[in-house]
């Protein structure tokens, strides 16, 4: 039974003694390109279950998203007010609750970038594939 998913047995491909060793290159070359082709389609794949999963969530939280806008400018508005009520000039009342509000967006998108990571959006399933058929592929070479 082969060890590898797609075929290749390192264990005989490297001790084939009756083929020449330009047969056994082209043999390695056409393994390895089919191996690659194979990982692509893994790829496609994997990106493509990770697209669909993702565009499946994006309508609710463009929905979500609007209304806590909507629902932001009004405490804004109210916090507006509250600073005029206990006597603060409405000029000075929009400038502070602009400023608090500039600083707190600022610390919040700072965060969110801190922990977006390009790691998480690699298709992982085919990075391990790949690393284990570069160490097929330099068993076979040897």
Known sequence: MSSDPYGVDPRH?????????PELFTTVIGQISTLFRQEVKLARAE???????????ITPLGAGAG?????????????????????VPVGWSQLIVAIVAAVIGYALI???ISRLNTTNLMPQRTAEQLSRDAQVAKEQVR
């Open 110 to 112: 700072r965060s969110g």
């Open 13 to 21: 491909a490297a001790h084939d003694t009756g083929r020449s060793v």
């Open 47 to 57: 990106v493509g279950e990770k697209i669909s999963h993702a565009t499946g969530a």
């Open 67 to 87: 209304m806590l806008l909507g629902t932001l400018i009004l405490l804004l508005f109210a916090l507006v007010s509250l600073l005029v009520h206990f006597g």
